[in-house]
């Protein structure tokens, strides 16, 4: 599986941005994804995730009611809508693929997310 992150950029506090993370090889439908970013001198956190069939997902509590995820797996495709962004959510955001075979309820913790992205910047000015 690779994945390919987009959508990243420079925005101003309490503007939006999505980001979109394209998949390539695998089987799609079956596999939980997710966000994760990693702020200058800080460890790589958990965003949010979405099971295979996108009827179930986790958000970071410092994300829940401004970020939304979601999933097109006909365009094999997961999306996460940020909205009312601050300026402590300015990081590199990863996405990342834990294939175990239709998990029902996404993992909040990197260890089962066995294919990553290359990481999409995001920068939140005052």
């Known amino acids: 599986v690779q994945l390919q992150a987009s959508g990243g950029g420079l925005v101003q506090a309490g503007g939006s941005l999505r980001l979109s993370c394209v998949a390539s090889g695998g089987t799609f439908a079956s596999v939980t994804m997710a966000w994760f970013r990693q702020a200058p001198g800080k460890a790589r956190e958990f965003v949010a995730a979405i099971n295979f069939s996108g009827y179930n997902t986790r958000e970071a509590e410092s994300v829940k009611g401004r970020f939304t995820i979601s999933r097109d797996n006909a365009k094999k495709t997961v999306y996460l809508q940020m909205n009312s962004l601050e300026l402590e959510d300015t990081a590199v955001y990863y996405c990342?693929?834990?294939?175990?075979?239709?998990?029902?309820?996404?993992?909040?913790?990197?260890?089962?997310?066995?294919?990553w992205g290359q990481g999409t910047q995001v920068t939140v000015s005052s």
């Open positions: 990342a693929a834990d294939t175990t075979w239709k998990r029902e309820s996404p993992v909040v913790t990197p260890e089962p997310y066995n294919y």
